[in-house]
C-alpha cells in the first residue's frame, strides 16, 4: 500500500497544479470553464430526474437518492479536468505562496473571473436546452423548479452560513485530489463531496444559480433582484469557506511545516 503523501508533498503537488491552472492561455480558460458550467448540469439533471422517480413512493427519500445522482456531475469534472469556481482555490493559491510571488495577483483574478462568468455560461446554455418541452420528463421539470422555490425562500443568513460549508467542501475536495495517488480515490472523493453538496443542500455558487436558471425557464417567478442576492450572498459564503476556512489554512500548515524542516 502507498503512503499518503506529507502536507508538505500536497503542498507541492497543489503548486504544480496552480502553474498548471494559472498558465492557462485565454482560449483554454475559457473552454474549460464553459465546459465545467455545462457538465455540473448533468449533476442537476440526474438530481431532478431520481429525484421524481423515486418521491411519490419513498417521499423525503428522495432527497437523498437524488444526492447520490448529483455526485455524478461532479465525478465527470474531476475526470475532464474542468475548470470549477471554488474548486480552483487552493492550488493556485499554493504556487503564489511557494513563489512568494505577489504579482501573480492579476493571473490568479483573471482564473477566477473566467472561470465564474464561463462556468455560467456554459452551465446556462445547457439548462436552455434541458428546458425544451419534451427533453425531461414533467416530473422531473417540476423536481427542479422545486429546488428553485427552496433557493427563493432561503434567508440570505442561512444562504450565507450554507454557502460557508459549500464553499469548504468544494474547495476541499481539491486539497484532497492532490493528496491520493490513483484514479480511484480521486472518483471516490469527486463522488462524495457531489453527494454531501446536494445531501445539505449546501451553496456553491454556480450549482444554486443554474438551479435557479432552471426555474426561471419553467416558470418560477425570480426576479433578477432576487438572482442578484442569491448569486452575491453565496459568492461571498463560498470565498470565506473556500479561502478562508480551507486554502489559506492548508496553506498556512504546508508553509509552517516547512519551516520547522529548515
Do not use: C
Request: glycine share 12%; charged share 15%; proline share 3%.
Amino acid at each position: 500500500m502507498t503512503a499518503a503523501p506529507v502536507p508538505s508533498e500536497i503542498f507541492r503537488r497543489a503548486a504544480e497544479e496552480g502553474k498548471r491552472r494559472l498558465d492557462q492561455s485565454l482560449l483554454e480558460l475559457v473552454s474549460t470553464s464553459f465546459i465545467a458550467g455545462f457538465t455540473i448540469v448533468f449533476g442537476i439533471v440526474a438530481q431532478g430526474i431520481v429525484h421524481a422517480a423515486v418521491e411519490p413512493q419513498f417521499g423525503d427519500v428522495a432527497h437523498v437518492v437524488g444526492a447520490l445522482a448529483f455526485g455524478i456531475g461532479v465525478v465527470l469534472l474531476v475526470v475532464g479536468r474542468a475548470e470549477l469556481f471554488n474548486e480552483n482555490f487552493f492550488d493556485p493559491m499554493a504556487t503564489m505562496a511557494e513563489r512568494r510571488e505577489t504579482e501573480m495577483i492579476g493571473s490568479l483574478l483573471r482564473l477566477w473571473t473566467l472561470t465564474f462568468v464561463f462556468n455560467l455560461v456554459g452551465g446556462a446554455l445547457f439548462v436552455l436546452v434541458f428546458t425544451v418541452e419534451g427533453a425531461l420528463p414533467a416530473e422531473a421539470v417540476e423536481a427542479l423548479a422545486g429546488s428553485a422555490e427552496e433557493i427563493a425562500n432561503r434567508g440570505p443568513l442561512a444562504r450565507f452560513a450554507s454557502a460557508i460549508v459549500g464553499g469548504a467542501l468544494v474547495s476541499l475536495l481539491s486539497f484532497l485530489l492532490v493528496a491520493v495517488n490513483s484514479v480511484g480515490s480521486r472518483l471516490v472523493l469527486a463522488y462524495l463531496v457531489g453527494f454531501l453538496l446536494a445531501l445539505g443542500p449546501f451553496d456553491h455558487v454556480v450549482v444554486t444559480l443554474l438551479h435557479a436558471v432552471f426555474g426561471v425557464l419553467s416558470g418560477v417567478p425570480l426576479g433578477f433582484g432576487t438572482l442578484a442576492t442569491v448569486g452575491l450572498v453565496a459568492t461571498a459564503g463560498n470565498l470565506v469557506g473556500g479561502i478562508g476556512l480551507v486554502a489559506t489554512t492548508h496553506v498556512a500548515q504546508a508553509m509552517g511545516a516547512r519551516e520547522s524542516n529548515d
